[in-house]
């Protein structure tokens, strides 16, 4: 039995609104229905798993084709790769990119294929104009309805939809509002009739997450530029909260306790401090200041299995790097993926939309 053949493009207006975990649940909704689909971002943003001589797949397409143990030829290759040095280069040319052209050879390049293409954008409706792909400029060039991920605050958040509106009309096929506080959701709910009345069709409103907002112990070495002490291993832990430990070893111990999958920053010299953050729902203990733990906190950390990372800054600019960190890295955990397409199947109704593909 043949499929028929649609693209679907995923976009926001803002960067890091939600965008992978839709294209996780979008992609297990394909594979729950037996949809044959294809996977790509036309403009690629993260190539820190790129060799120099393979093709130019952007990491999320890798991650999501080994989820999903999808073929070669279904993770599609981008044209472009967006990053300081190609920017300036294109920049430099002194020229408009000509978004058309772009189009027909990305178009080109992807042929026509049974099932559903799926394409994410960049992260912003403007991001990728430069190259000439940008979500209204894809969406134009290839004739592609768009579905929008976006993180919801409050009602002033329709403002970038409505742009986003006029920019793509009626190939704009709807949202999914994300990042909801589950204390709002009523009201979220309460406000769909009124974003439908101005063309905004609103297929699921998936509340905050803190395991989709969670970073992993290695990316807070990373942007941290932390030494671990000890539990190398342990670099996919996932942190959920921050915690300071700047209080009496007592009330921290209380306060340790209501917390879960939390990374603690405290000072190195604070002894009590890091033992009692030891015995509770601690990820990773990051030590800040000059002076060097005690031996026997090492053992301790070893003995229980937790990170403990030394770094170079104050406490001040520590916490700021790790609160900074939340909610903006890429999808890339297994178990993040799995709960990701769970919450759309659970808070998302699509059968609208596949209705609109012809499926």
């Not at 879960?260 to 009692?276: E, H, K, P, S």
């Not at 509770?280 to 060097?292: F, V, Y």
């Not at 403990?308 to 993926?337: P, S, Y």
Request: glycine share 8%; charged share 20%; net charge negative.
């Amino acid at each position: 039995m043949g499929y028929p053949s649609a693209t679907l493009l995923v976009g926001s207006c803002e960067p890091f609104s939600g965008k992978s975990a839709l294209v996780m649940g979008l992609a297990q909704q394909f594979r729950n229905r037996g949809l044959p689909f294809r996977y790509g971002k036309p403009l690629a943003t993260s190539l820190e798993q790129q060799g120099a001589s393979e093709p130019l797949i952007d990491d999320d397409v890798r991650f999501v084709g080994e989820f999903f143990s999808l073929p070669d030829a279904a993770q599609l290759t981008s044209l472009k790769a967006i990053a300081p040095t190609t920017a300036e280069q294109q920049l430099l040319t002194g020229h408009q990119v000509d978004a058309t052209a772009v189009s027909k050879e990305l178009a080109a390049m992807l042929g026509v294929a049974e099932g559903i293409t799926l394409l994410e954008a960049a992260g912003s409706l403007s991001e990728g104009l430069l190259f000439g792909l940008s979500l209204p400029q894809l969406a134009t060039g290839l004739n592609a309805p768009v579905l929008i991920a976006h993180a919801w605050e409050d009602a002033r958040s329709v403002e970038p939809l409505l742009q986003a509106k006029a920019q793509l009309g009626n190939q704009l096929l709807g949202v999914v509002l994300n990042n909801i506080d589950p204390a709002k959701i009523e009201a979220v709910e309460r406000a769909v009739p009124a974003l439908e009345a101005l063309g905004l069709h609103v297929y699921g409103l998936l509340p905050r997450s803190p395991l989709l907002r969670s970073v992993t112990v290695g990316e807070l070495v990373q942007r941290l530029g932390a030494e671990m002490l000890c539990c190398r291993e342990r670099k996919d832990l996932l942190v959920e909260t921050l915690s300071i430990g700047a209080m009496n070893v007592n009330s921290a111990m209380e306060f340790f306790r209501r917390q879960r999958n939390m990374a603690v920053v405290t000072g190195a010299d604070r002894t009590d401090i890091q033992l009692a953050a030891l015995e509770s729902s601690t990820q990773c203990l990051i030590l800040t200041g000059a002076a060097d733990p005690l031996p026997q906190l090492v053992s301790r950390a070893q003995e229980l299995d937790v990170p403990l990372l030394k770094v170079n800054h104050d406490t001040l600019t520590t916490v700021a790097v790790i609160e900074k960190a939340f909610g903006h890295v890429r999808l890339h955990e297994t178990v993040k993926a799995s709960y990701a397409a769970r919450m759309v199947a659970e808070h998302c109704a699509f059968e609208p939309l596949f209705k609109q593909l012809g499926f």
